[in-house]
């Protein structure tokens, strides 16, 4: 695949620049949230963040060499990461220090015969924007449709006792889905920019928008796992702790 940004203008070392430089916001946000919830959260959300780094890490080479090697290690990352997120909303709702593996077993082989696909199959990119695409509305539609606003007594005691835990517009059992819609909202943005992108190249190559794409999405995915965790920790009677700097904890005003 090559995309609409003009190749090696910059430099004769990196095709697209834009685009191979904007893959680093992902490296970036996987490596950070995994550092400020490493001992806050649990395992699952680990492989989430660090999933993020791998992504980029292949979104940069990619797009930096245009190799058709390369843009497997783009591809198939991002089918590799959407198993991880079905299994967190999947596991919502278990017990803590609970196992699905029969999931695991699962997402496995599924990952298996995509990449099988994918790797000696797929000509024309199709076969992975259709596995790539199904998991991503899985996660969305599983999020906003299963995901109720937990109202119950030790919630609104929690949430009325601990003002320094959620203020502002994400005082009350919506909050989770605050974030996860937030983050529908820029990766659906994102997204609109790729297809523009992809469709009406002459038009918008001097935007860039295929780099605004990589932000969109990271900032999306990011945000939406924020809302995971946010969930995770309301069902197991924790104090909901969101860490680090970001857009929606800035906005939510939720203690770091």
Partial sequence: ????EPNYVYTKYVAEIWNSFSSFTMIFSGLY???V???TTERRFMFAFLAFAVVGTG??????????SMQLLDELPMVWCN?????????MNDPPRHTRWNLIIAGFVSNVVVTYCVVFLDESQDLFLVAYGSG??????FSLLYFKPVDDDWTRKAMSTDPESILGVCSDTHAHL??????VIMYGTGFALWLADRNFCPY????????????????????????????????LRRKPSIRGNNLMTRWCDVAV
């Fill in 33 to 35: 949230g995994a550092w």
């Fill in 83 to 91: 198993t991880v997120f079905i299994y967190i909303v999947i596991t």
């Fill in 1 to 4: 695949m090559d995309w609409c």
């Fill in 178 to 183: 605050v974030f996860v819609e937030m983050g």
């Fill in 59 to 68: 979104s940069a080479l990619f797009h930096g060499t245009l190799l058709r």
């Fill in 204 to 235: 918008v190559r001097s935007l860039q928008f295929h780099s605004l794409w990589h932000v969109g999405a990271d900032l999306g995915t990011y945000t939406a796992v924020l809302g995971w965790i946010y969930r995770r920790h309301v069902m």
């Fill in 37 to 39: 919830h490493r001992k």
């Fill in 136 to 141: 991503v509305i899985f996660v969305i539609l």
